[in-house]
């Protein structure tokens, strides 16, 4: 707390935390310093490289390495030029269309085993669930950078170096342990109840499966998939590894080993790319705000 | 608890509860299985071999482990691993808690900044990374530019030319990326604690220190036991940021152990030389898996939920 004043005597009033409750009584003054500049601060260094980048990608040469007549800060001549290379001089469209079709098979696939194996653990409570929950936990802390090699090697023996179905398998060992983690917690929550009445009525658990826990864990559902599409979107280390060809790199791999070209750096369409690379999923947060933070913040909980 | 009586319930109704839940779990299990723990065996075996690329390796034993043991490169990178996730871990949970107790405040547009301020964390690390190496740049930085405008330096900074600058330069990146995910997990840790404790500790005349050391701290403990085995984890593991912005350099000065593994594995054609690397991380990992584990116990224990 460096905002702590140790020579004014205690002020029994400034209350750091309570939701409104006391905060009247907080001078404006005050919390204009303490509050408003450090967040003033935290969002200007946090949102600065997006800003950069976005303003890099519409500079023309004489913009972008002459500091002294245009100002850095803004675009003096703005240009759609780096935009143009970008789209019509390199792979980037097919890099992209990779990426969604890699993100959306991977997401699918994880989604559907893990809301069986999510429903398996917590409400069939089938001899030893509570060991397999617990491994399921421990499979998501597994690093992808200490499984890349024997995954590699695996890849090129199955035939799949090179391919895209090399990156839709492999996906899914990092977004199964995530996603039946978070679906684990969503069906905690519903009601032993309701699964109760199913079975007496005559329901098959597929059926209180699919007609009555699905349904009211949507909002589970959508957490898990946005999340398993954002990770599969932003994943690096395997694409990098399994993939050589430029037909079916993924976008973060693409920018990174075809835009940059030996020593010159073509610094307005590498800021394009990364542009064009964040907004998708710029977009989908956009819209899905609350049910990122609750899978976040849910994954971490549980 | 109704949990109980309905579990026992369930559990008469369908006899077929073991079946059934095997059936449900074979997806899953087929691809983890295959995908990551047969991966994971196959690594610890390769790292016992001399396998490269484009040629089946013999069983070596510890040779490997061996070379390692004095190759100055790899304890350079043990050094780096350690400095990078040390510094990041620390500064992340200092700043990220910072940011979460300001969030928790009474402010306007609450719901706004949380939103904006956790994209450094959605956006791909890659792509970022980017941005940050041409901040970074020897010449056109604009951070450089900034110091020069203030008076405070007089030359353009070598960002990623000298050993420490550029170590400094990626754990700076680091941090970037990583306050958001700290600072929301806590945030929402922050927002399950009941006002009224505040309030009667005020009353007794609590100081804002006090308060928070004695009220919001502990409460918080458990969460941050988890977020952090989280953050420490996906930082020693970190590959991205390093690939992008440096590839080790300069002189191997900022290569982790990741990095290191990658650039010996697949470039290098030593496959065995870089699944030893990967496996070397192992015991690190384990331990703040353990960590992480008794942290979820004690917040069980504490919020008593029975099993």
Known sequence: ?302 | MSNSTGLALIGRINNNANALGLLFMLPAATILLVFLTYPLGLGMWLGLTDTKIGRPGEFVGLENYKSLFSDSVFWLSVFNTMVYTGVASIAKFGLGLWLALLLNQNIRFKSFMRAILLLPWIVPTTLSAIAFWWIYDSQFSIISWMLIKLGLIDSYINFLGDAWNARWSVIAANIWRGIPFVAISLLAGLQTISPSLYEAATIDGATRWQLFRHVTYPLLTPIIAIVMTFSVLFTFTDFQLIYVITRGGPVNATHLMATLSFQRAIPGGQLAEGAAIAMAMVPFLLAAILISFFGLQRRKWQQGVKD
């Open chain 1, 1 to 302: 707390m460096t905002t702590e004043d140790p020579y004014k005597p205690a002020q029994p009033n400034a209350n750091d935390h309570a939701e409104g409750g006391m905060d009247y009584l907080v001078t404006r003054k005050r919390k204009l310093v303490t509050v408003y500049l450090p967040l003033g601060v935290f969002s200007f260094v946090l949102l600065f490289p997006f800003y950069w980048m976005t303003i890099t990608t519409f500079k023309g040469k004489e913009d972008l390495y002459d500091y002294d007549r245009n100002s850095p800060f803004w675009v003096s001549n703005p240009t759609l030029a780096n935009v143009k290379k970008l789209l019509f001089d390199t792979a980037y469209p097919e890099w992209l269309w990779n990426t969604m079709l890699v993100a959306v098979s991977a997401t699918f696939i994880s989604l559907f085993a893990s809301v069986l194996a999510a429903y398996a653990i917590e409400r069939l409570r089938f001899k030893g669930s509570k060991w397999v929950g617990l491994c399921i936990y421990f499979a998501y802390l597994v690093p992808p950078s200490i499984l890349f090699i024997p995954l590699a090697t695996m890849v090129f023996k199955l035939q799949l170096f090179d391919t895209r179905w090399a990156l839709i398998l492999t996906y899914p060992t990092f977004l199964i342990p995530f996603c039946t983690w978070l679906l684990m917690g969503y069906f905690r929550s519903i009601p032993f109840e309701l699964e109760e009445c199913a079975l007496i009525d005559g329901a098959t658990r597929l059926e209180i499966l699919l007609k009555i826990v699905l349904p009211l864990a949507v909002p589970g559902l959508i957490s898990a998939g946005i999340f398993a599409f954002t990770l599969s979107w932003n994943e690096f280390i395997y694409a990098l590894t399994f993939v050589s060809s430029s037909e079916v790199k993924t976008v973060p791999v693409g920018v990174i080993t075809e835009l940059v070209e030996g020593d010159v750096y073509h610094w307005g369409s590498l800021m394009a790319g990364a542009l064009f690379g964040s907004i998708p999923v710029a977009i989908l947060y956009s819209f899905f705000v609350e049910y990122y933070v609750s899978g976040m913040t849910g994954a971490v909980k549980e």
